[in-house]
């Protein structure tokens, strides 16, 4: 992530939060805590941000300028960096379950985001809420791609809708792949309602659900339950997946596909 990139991102959750601590903002960020004192400081003497210690606080005048609905989850940029090469992977796996011509719906997020680079020279109608995947598909390839209405939330790079008609319904997908926060087996949990309700929407016109979630996803929960285990048709996941998670999930029907995992490359943010 570029330093520019990072430092607005920065402000963003200042933003909707009044102040953070540099512990917190590296974690979100995916950045090291020296990286963040830097930007912190650099920030701090540009009038962009006060402070403080062990973190930042808003300027009094900005917390709250915007009236939006913000939504809970982890920042698009820096969750595209963590284990980027296994979501690679897996996200070509995915690909690979793809028929040219057929209809698909793809939810935003980071692993799935990555299938656009697979999905470049294929002939797919897609149907996708992350306007980073639309925008890279309109560039590379001819697939047919379709964005439902709505609002732009720059954070986590996807469109979301608060109302019914959105031309959602309009549109029917064979699969429908999603990621996550994390998958148990309580079910594929999100850490929004309103993330919820647009993948809800989502589910609804398509015949199978296909999760990718790389194994640190594996046995974790977020905020909220999205779906029951017994509606996740396919899991794909990477071979550092543990066996007994991985034997509870077939337990229960879901249908798991590993694939070799890469070595993690050290945070090149220091």
Not at 77 to 94: P, S, T, V, Y
Not at 121 to 132: H, P
């Amino acid at each position: 992530m570029l330093e520019k990139q990072r430092q607005q991102l920065i402000l963003d959750i200042l933003t909707e939060q009044q102040f953070a601590s540099v512990r917190a903002l590296s974690s979100q960020l995916n950045a090291s805590e020296a990286t963040i004192r830097r930007d912190i400081t650099k920030m701090a003497a540009s009038g962009q941000l006060n402070k403080i210690r062990g973190g930042a606080e808003v300027i009094a005048e900005h917390f709250g300028q915007t009236k939006r609905t913000r939504v809970k989850g982890s920042v698009f940029m820096a969750d595209r960096e963590r284990h980027a090469g296994n979501k690679r992977l897996i996200a070509e796996r995915a690909v690979e379950l793809c028929e040219n011509d057929e209809a698909i719906i793809i939810n935003g997020g980071s692993s799935t985001y990555m299938m656009g680079e697979f999905l470049a020279d294929r002939q797919l109608s897609i149907l996708t809420n992350s306007f980073a995947l639309a925008h890279y598909l309109s560039e590379n390839g001819t697939n047919q791609v379709t964005v439902p209405g709505g609002e732009i939330y720059p954070k986590q790079e996807i469109i979301l809708s608060a109302f019914e008609d959105d031309t959602i319904h309009n549109y029917h997908g064979s699969k429908m792949f999603m990621g996550t926060p994390g998958i148990s087996n309580q079910g594929v949990t999100e850490s929004d309602p309103l993330l919820i309700r647009a993948e809800q929407k989502l589910r609804k016109q398509s015949d199978k659900l296909i999760v990718l979630a790389d194994s640190s996803k594996l046995g974790k929960r977020s905020n909220f339950i999205f779906t029951p285990l017994s509606d996740v048709d396919l899991l794909i996941t990477d071979s550092n997946a543990n066996p007994e998670i991985v034997e509870q999930f077939e337990a229960q029907g879901v249908e798991v596909i590993s694939v070799a995992a890469v070595a993690e490359q050290p945070d090149a943010s220091v």
